[in-house]
C-alpha cells in the first residue's frame, strides 16, 4: 500500500517563488515567516469586521473571525506540538526526524489562514452565493459556461478560495500571491478535490482556475492521489489538515457556546452540567472545587472552557498518533473528533446538538444570514451586471470603486465572475452593508 512521507510532506518551498528556495537554517524557519506574513497582511486584518456566529459589532463582546483564527492557531500549535513529541519518539532513527519539530509552526500558519477566503455574513455569505447561481438569477449564465466552471460557481466554498487567495496572481502582485510554503498551502485544504466532486455536502479544495496550482503542490509534497475514473482531481488529505480540521471544530463548537452564554441565549444552568459531562468524577469534582472559589458565572465557564480544550487537544493527539498509518496511507476516515474516547466524544456531539438547537437559529443569527443573504446577491447581480456590460455609464461608476487587482477586464465569463466573487468575498460585514445601502439609495446624503 502507498504511503505518504513525513521527508516529503514537510517542505519549505515558497509557491511562485521556487527558483529563490534556499535550505539553509535561520533563527526564523520558513514556516515561522509564513505565519507573521499573514498577521500583517490585509486580508487577515479584515477578518476583524467579519462575522463568526453572532452579529457585530455589539456591547458584549463575542468572536470575529480574526479573534477565531487566531484561537484556532492556538489550540493547533498545541496539539501539533503533542503529535511532534509521539512522532519524534517513532521516527528517532530517520535523518529527516528533525523536520518534524516543524509541524507546530505548520498548523499555526495554516490555522491563521484557515478562513481568510470566507465571504462576510459568516458561513451564510458562502451559502448565498452558491444560491445565486443555483437558485437565483446566476442561473441565467449556466450556458455559457463550462460544467466545472458551474460546479465551481454553485458549491462556492471559502476553503477553496483561501488557497486562491494565497496561491492567485492577482494584478499587480507578485508570482505565488501570498508565496507560502507548500507544507502551509497543502495544510489548509481541507476538501483535496475539485468541485465537480463536491456531491451532496457541497465541498471541495480548489477552483477550476486553481486546479493545475494544487496538483503542483500535491505532487511535490508526495499527497496520494485517488484515481477517478473519468481523470477528475481527488488526493487524500496532507495529514496535518486533520489537525488544523480539529483545532477549528474544538475551537468554534466551544467557544460558541460560550458566547451564547455571555449573550443569555443559554443559561449558566445549561452550559455548566454539559461542560462537566466531559470528565470523569474525579477531575469533575477537582473542578468543581475550583469553580466553587469563583462567583462570576461568565468566569466559571471560561475555566471549563479552558478544561475543555487541554482534554480535547490531549485526545485528539493520541488519536492522531493511534492511527497515523491510516492517515499517511490515505484510508483513514472521518476526523479525529470521531475518534476519541467515548466520554469526550459523546459530549461533543452533545454540545453539537445544542447548537444547532439552540444558537444557530437563534433570532440575531437567522437576521444575519437572511440580511447576509440579500446584501451578497443584490452586490453579485449589481457586479456582474458590470463586468458584462463595462461601456454603460453605470457600469463605469461602479467598476471604479472596484480594487484594480481585480481582474474585471477577463476575456473570460468566467474570470470576469471571479473578479467579481474576490471583491465580495474580501469584503467586511460593514464594507459590504455600506456599498449595498449606497448602490441601493438608502445612505444617499444631499444637501440642499
Same mark, same amino acid.
Given at each position: 500500500?502507498?504511503?505518504?512521507?513525513?521527508?516529503?510532506?514537510?517542505?519549505?518551498? @515558497?509557491?511562485?517563488?521556487?527558483?529563490?528556495?534556499?535550505?539553509?537554517?535561520?533563527?526564523?524557519?520558513?514556516?515561522?515567516?509564513?505565519?507573521?506574513? /499573514?498577521?500583517?497582511? &490585509?486580508?487577515?486584518?479584515?477578518?476583524?469586521?467579519?462575522?463568526?456566529?453572532?452579529?457585530?459589532?455589539?456591547?458584549?463582546?463575542?468572536?470575529?473571525?480574526? $479573534?477565531?483564527?487566531?484561537? !484556532?492557531?492556538?489550540?493547533?500549535?498545541?496539539?501539533?506540538?503533542?503529535?511532534?513529541?509521539?512522532? @519524534? *519518539?517513532?521516527?528517532?532513527?530517520?535523518?529527516? !526526524?528533525?523536520?518534524?519539530?516543524?509541524?507546530?509552526?505548520?498548523?499555526?500558519?495554516?490555522?491563521?489562514?484557515?478562513? /481568510?477566503?470566507?465571504?462576510?455574513?459568516?458561513? &451564510?455569505?458562502?451559502?448565498?452565493?452558491? $444560491?445565486? +447561481? &443555483? =437558485?437565483?438569477?446566476?442561473?441565467?449564465?449556466?450556458?455559457?459556461? $463550462?460544467?466545472?466552471?458551474?460546479?465551481?460557481? %454553485?458549491?462556492?466554498?471559502?476553503?477553496?478560495?483561501?488557497?486562491?487567495?494565497?496561491?492567485?496572481?492577482?494584478?499587480?502582485?507578485?508570482?505565488?500571491?501570498?508565496?507560502?510554503?507548500?507544507?502551509?498551502?497543502?495544510? #489548509?485544504?481541507?476538501?483535496?478535490?475539485?468541485?465537480?466532486?463536491?456531491?451532496?455536502?457541497?465541498?471541495?479544495?480548489?477552483?477550476?482556475?486553481? @486546479?493545475?496550482?494544487?496538483?503542483?503542490?500535491?505532487? =511535490?509534497?508526495?499527497?496520494? @492521489?485517488?484515481?477517478?475514473?473519468?481523470?477528475?482531481?481527488?488526493?487524500?488529505?496532507?495529514?496535518?489538515?486533520?489537525? %488544523?480540521?480539529?483545532?477549528?471544530? #474544538?475551537?468554534?463548537?466551544?467557544?460558541?457556546?460560550?458566547?451564547?452564554?455571555?449573550?443569555?441565549?443559554?443559561?449558566?444552568?445549561?452550559?455548566?452540567?454539559?461542560?462537566?459531562?466531559? +470528565?470523569?468524577?474525579?477531575?469533575?469534582?477537582?473542578?468543581?472545587?475550583?469553580?466553587?472559589?469563583?462567583?462570576?458565572?461568565?468566569?466559571?465557564?471560561?475555566?471549563?472552557?479552558?478544561? #475543555?480544550?487541554?482534554?480535547?487537544?490531549?485526545?485528539?493527539?493520541?488519536?492522531?498518533?493511534?492511527?497515523?498509518?491510516?492517515?499517511?496511507? *490515505? $484510508?483513514?476516515?472521518?476526523? /479525529?473528533?470521531?475518534?476519541?474516547?467515548?466520554?469526550?466524544?459523546?459530549?461533543?456531539?452533545?454540545?453539537?446538538?445544542?447548537?444547532?438547537?439552540?444558537?444557530?437559529?437563534?433570532?440575531?443569527?437567522?437576521?444575519?444570514?437572511?440580511?447576509?443573504?440579500?446584501?451578497? &446577491?443584490?452586490?453579485?447581480?449589481?457586479? !456582474?451586471?458590470?463586468?458584462?456590460?463595462?461601456?454603460?455609464?453605470?457600469?463605469?461608476?461602479?467598476?471604479?470603486?472596484?480594487?484594480?487587482?481585480?481582474?474585471?477586464?477577463?476575456?473570460?465569463?468566467?474570470?470576469?465572475?471571479?473578479? !467579481?466573487?474576490?471583491?465580495?468575498?474580501?469584503?467586511?460585514? %460593514?464594507?459590504?452593508?455600506?456599498?449595498?445601502?449606497?448602490?441601493?439609495?438608502?445612505?444617499?446624503?444631499?444637501?440642499?
Amino acid at each position: 500500500m502507498k504511503r505518504m512521507s513525513w521527508d516529503r510532506l514537510i517542505n519549505d518551498k @515558497r509557491f511562485g517563488l521556487e527558483h529563490y528556495h534556499d535550505p539553509k537554517r535561520e533563527s526564523r524557519s520558513d514556516f515561522q515567516r509564513d505565519f507573521d506574513r /499573514l498577521v500583517f497582511s &490585509s486580508p487577515f486584518r479584515r477578518l476583524q469586521n467579519k462575522t463568526q456566529v453572532f452579529p457585530l459589532p455589539g456591547s458584549i463582546f463575542v468572536h470575529n473571525r480574526l $479573534t477565531h483564527s487566531m484561537e !484556532v492557531a492556538c489550540v493547533g500549535r498545541s496539539l501539533a506540538a503533542e503529535v511532534a513529541v509521539a512522532l @519524534r *519518539g517513532r521516527y528517532s532513527s530517520e535523518p529527516w !526526524v528533525g523536520k518534524l519539530d516543524s509541524i507546530g509552526e505548520i498548523v499555526a500558519a495554516a490555522c491563521l489562514a484557515h478562513d /481568510l477566503g470566507n465571504p462576510p455574513f459568516g458561513h &451564510s455569505g458562502e451559502k448565498a452565493i452558491s $444560491t445565486y +447561481f &443555483s =437558485e437565483g438569477e446566476g442561473q441565467a449564465l449556466r450556458a455559457e459556461l $463550462t460544467e466545472s466552471q458551474w460546479a465551481d460557481l %454553485v458549491n462556492f466554498e471559502g476553503n477553496a478560495n483561501a488557497f486562491r487567495l494565497l496561491t492567485h496572481r492577482f494584478n499587480g502582485r507578485r508570482p505565488g500571491g501570498f508565496a507560502m510554503t507548500y507544507s502551509t498551502l497543502a495544510s #489548509i485544504v481541507k476538501y483535496p478535490f475539485e468541485s465537480s466532486l463536491a456531491g451532496s455536502h457541497g465541498k471541495f479544495g480548489f477552483f477550476t482556475s486553481e @486546479r493545475d496550482d494544487f496538483i503542483k503542490v500535491a505532487e =511535490e509534497l508526495g499527497m496520494l @492521489r485517488v484515481n477517478e475514473p473519468d481523470g477528475r482531481v481527488r488526493y487524500s488529505r496532507h495529514p496535518l489538515v486533520y489537525i %488544523v480540521e480539529a483545532a477549528d471544530d #474544538i475551537c468554534y463548537e466551544i467557544m460558541d457556546i460560550e458566547d451564547a452564554h455571555k449573550l443569555k441565549i443559554l443559561s449558566t444552568e445549561e452550559v455548566i452540567p454539559l461542560f462537566l459531562s466531559y +470528565f470523569d468524577e474525579a477531575r469533575r469534582s477537582h473542578i468543581e472545587r475550583v469553580m466553587a472559589g469563583v462567583d462570576d458565572p461568565n468566569e466559571k465557564i471560561a475555566y471549563l472552557r479552558s478544561c #475543555i480544550i487541554g482534554a480535547l487537544v490531549n485526545r485528539c493527539a493520541e488519536a492522531f498518533i493511534g492511527h497515523e498509518e491510516e492517515i499517511m496511507c *490515505g $484510508t483513514f476516515r472521518g476526523s /479525529l473528533l470521531d475518534h476519541i474516547s467515548t466520554l469526550e466524544r459523546e459530549s461533543f456531539r452533545r454540545c453539537e446538538a445544542l447548537s444547532w438547537k439552540k444558537i444557530y437559529c437563534a433570532g440575531d443569527v437567522v437576521d444575519i444570514e437572511l440580511a447576509g443573504t440579500r446584501i451578497i &446577491s443584490f452586490l453579485i447581480h449589481e457586479l !456582474v451586471k458590470a463586468v458584462r456590460e463595462p461601456e454603460l455609464n453605470y457600469s463605469r461608476l461602479l467598476l471604479a470603486k472596484v480594487p484594480q487587482q481585480y481582474e474585471t477586464d477577463s476575456p473570460q465569463l468566467y474570470g470576469k465572475i471571479q473578479a !467579481v466573487l474576490d471583491h465580495i468575498s474580501g469584503m467586511t460585514d %460593514v464594507y459590504a452593508l455600506d456599498l449595498y445601502r449606497r448602490l441601493s439609495g438608502m445612505s444617499l446624503k444631499i444637501n440642499n
